[in-house]
């Protein structure tokens, strides 16, 4: 039984037909089109389908699209800004060498995202930490914790959000 | 992987939720941070006719206290916001360190600590620190609430005390006993997103002294089907003064009472010995914490 539900995505709203049963991922990426979040495991284990609602970091393939009503969801998408140039979190994956095949890329920088704004100095530690929810297969995840180590120093210092 | 069709509420006070509850019984499960409910749906274990979302409800979340009194956290309260709780992290530490080992940060701002309970996992990681702390659960219906020790309310492994209709609504943490320590430590496979082989809570008073065991729990997880408080380890402890032969003498113990089995991450042989290395571990640092506390 499909009903009309309004969904708050980087800032838009979209007014989305889901049944009860549908996925957060799969609408983001089939019904709205924004197809920067990953399905990896499809079981909340991998990380790769991470977004931020309200700020925080959650898995979309188990969140409820019905159950998101009323928050704020953010996308890889919606890092970019208005002009089109990257998120300094995104440049410094990119300079870095933190993006092989890309496909942990976009739930590993939102998670960034989420780290960097409860803890804008995170140490290396913390910083492994935060990532631990977000498996790569590709980099062995040393450029990624210099690219977030990075990001930081650059972001603390341009008073970056 | 899709989800059976159901039919979704998200109430917005207790008494909606409660009322729901009762109505819809075990067609419905409750929707919390949905971290182990929406796997099992996705992998057919379960089909329930009915979602209740509670996360509208206000009033099953937070973290209250009073002092004199101790701690009040709704069942709802996400574990992040205990993993981040400065009167956790200063008063219940073994809850605080616990809530920081579940699973990953997004598992943590999605997964509940009611959650935690009520799926009854035996490796679960906040049981064996609340029942150290001597966590009280509120189970809430229609017809009103109950109390239950939380380690009468998780009876074995999935399967709880909640009769048909009722929620688990609150935790209720007694005041630390002044100069009071707890510690948590697990043994995994991986520092993260895993399932713990073994974990273990402890909870230590001494006396004025600083050295004589005045009140001692320790509780294991993941070796019995539901956490298994120590009997022998306080019986070999309270009332003595601290000492490496006592905690030898408790950490055999504690390996002795332990009911492990072996499965897909550990052998009951392993697990066996990892009790008596955490025992050793979380008694020598509740010791070494508690005896230059101020009270």
């Known amino acids: ?69 009323g928050k704020k969801i953010t996308t ?86 | 992987m899709f989800l059976n069709h159901f039919a979704y509420f998200a109430p917005k006070t207790p008494g909606e939720a409660l009322d729901l509850a009762s109505r819809l019984g075990n067609k419905a499960k409750i929707l919390a941070g949905g971290t182990d409910l929406l796997i099992m749906m996705k992998e057919k274990m379960i089909k329930p006719e009915y979602l209740i979302d509670i996360n509208d409800v206000q009033e099953f979340k937070g973290i209250s206290y009073e002092p004199g009194k101790g701690a009040v956290i709704g069942a709802a309260t996400k574990i992040s916001e205990i993993e981040h709780s400065d009167l956790i992290r200063e008063k219940y530490f073994a809850l605080h360190k616990a809530a920081g080992e579940l699973g990953s940060v997004q598992v943590r701002s999605m997964a509940t600590i009611g959650g935690n309970s009520c799926h009854a996992s035996p490796a679960a990681e906040t049981p064996p620190p609340l029942v150290a702390l001597g966590a009280k659960v509120v189970i809430s219906s229609v017809s009103g609430d109950r109390e239950l020790p939380l380690e009468e309310f998780i009876l074995g492994n999935r399967v709880t005390a909640l009769a048909e209709g009722e929620l688990l609504t609150k935790f209720v943490l007694p005041e630390p006993a002044p100069g009071s ?115």
């Open chain 1, 76 to 161: 890889i998408e919606g890092l970019v800004a208005e002009d089109g140039s990257l998120h300094p979190i995104q440049q410094s994956f990119v300079d870095h060498g933190a993006v092989q095949c890309g496909f942990c890329t976009p739930g590993m920088i939102l998670t960034t995202k989420a780290l960097l704004d409860r803890n804008p100095r995170p140490s290396k530690e913390e910083i492994k930490r935060g990532i631990a929810g977000n498996i790569c297969r590709c980099t062995g995840y040393k450029k990624i914790v210099e690219a977030i180590g990075a990001a930081a120093e650059t972001m603390s210092a341009e008073g970056v959000k």
């Open chain 2, 181 to 295: 320590v707890s510690r948590y430590a697990y043994i995994g496979l991986r520092d993260a997103m895993e399932i713990d082989a073994v974990n273990m809570a402890v909870n230590l008073t001494l006396e004025d002294d600083k050295r004589t065991v005045k009140d001692l729990r320790l509780v294991m997880g993941s070796v019995s089907p539901r956490p298994l408080v120590s009997v022998e380890v306080p019986g070999i402890l309270v009332g003595r003064e601290f000492n490496n032969e006592l905690v030898e003498k408790a950490a055999v113990a504690a390996s002795g009472e332990a009911k492990p089995i072996s499965d897909i991450r550990a052998s009951a042989e392993y697990r066996r010995e990892v009790v008596a290395v955490l025992a050793r571990r979380l008694l020598q640092e509740a010791f070494g914490a508690a005896s230059t506390k101020e009270v």
């Open chain 1, 1 to 69: 039984m499909k009903q009309l539900i309004e969904l708050n995505i980087n800032g838009r709203i979209y007014e989305v037909p889901v049944d009860p049963r549908d996925l957060l991922v799969d609408v983001i990426r089939k019904k709205v089109g924004l197809t920067g979040t990953k399905k990896g495991c499809g079981q909340g284990d991998c990380g790769a389908c991470t977004v931020l609602i309200d700020g925080k970091p959650v898995l979309s393939c188990i969140t409820l699209a019905i159950a998101c009503q």
